[in-house]
């Protein structure tokens, strides 16, 4: 099956500092979302990659599809505290209905 | 409505008993996804409709878990002879489409089972 790994599992950073997640597929991808769960809340959306080699970006947020499209990052320019949850990365290959999510990264951030 | 409802959002239950979970996905969501979260632990997918059809049950993790969806809309998720290893959040999303869309997920079901 699918093997999505994601990387760190844990960071814990000051405020300010930059901070990178990792996902990587053993498969190529279709595309791939990412979401953010802040402690006690429930997943929302952040962003969907399709293309090879896509970047995109929301205010300090930054999202990269690798160009063999088996592996994502997010980035984040000076974390703030509002940046405090866990990040799922949610991969999808070929027609495969049901969506899975990466272990997750879950950031600290500590004035 | 204006976002996934999910109830109850806390059920507690004593081992053995048999619980069901109720999902109403946002208005004209043909997709709907059931996942389980384990206190720190990741999102572990259980089972996906595309309307009323489950064309995905891989996820679940026992022939006590079973899902239906009438309507097209609400979803129930029973979970019989419940077990301690039960206790987790119940978490329903939806989405537009099947593949392609943005999932938006419930508040969830927190399950406790003594």
């Known amino acids: 099956g699918q093997q999505v790994m994601q990387i760190p599992q844990y960071q814990h950073v000051q405020e300010g500092e930059d901070f990178t997640t990792y996902c990587n597929s053993s498969t190529t991808l279709s595309n791939i979302q990412w979401y953010k769960q802040r402690p006690g809340g429930h997943p929302v959306f952040l962003i969907q990659l399709v293309k090879s080699g896509e970047v995109k970006k929301q205010k300090r947020l930054t999202f990269q599809f690798g160009e063999a499209k088996k592996n994502s990052s997010l980035h984040i320019t000076a974390t703030q505290t509002t940046d405090v949850g866990t990040y799922f990365c949610?991969?999808?290959?070929?027609?495969?209905?049901?969506?899975?999510f990466g272990t997750g990264t879950r950031l600290q951030v500590t004035l | 409505g204006a976002g996934v409802s999910q109830s109850p959002s806390n059920k507690v239950t004593e081992k053995g008993k048999d619980v069901e979970l109720r999902c109403d996905p946002i208005?004209?969501?043909?997709?709907l996804y059931w996942y389980r979260q384990s206190l720190g632990q990741g999102l572990e997918f259980l089972i996906y409709f595309q309307g009323n059809s489950a064309p995905d049950k891989s996820g679940l993790p026992s022939d006590r878990f079973s899902a239906e969806r009438t309507g097209g809309s609400v979803s129930t998720l029973t979970i019989q002879r419940t077990q301690q290893e039960d206790s987790a959040v119940y978490l329903c999303a939806s989405s537009l489409q099947g593949e392609g869309e943005k999932l938006f997920f419930g508040s969830g079901t927190q399950l406790s089972v003594l």
């Open positions: 208005s004209g969501h043909t997709a």
């Open positions: 949610a991969p999808r290959t070929g027609t495969a209905s049901k969506l899975t």
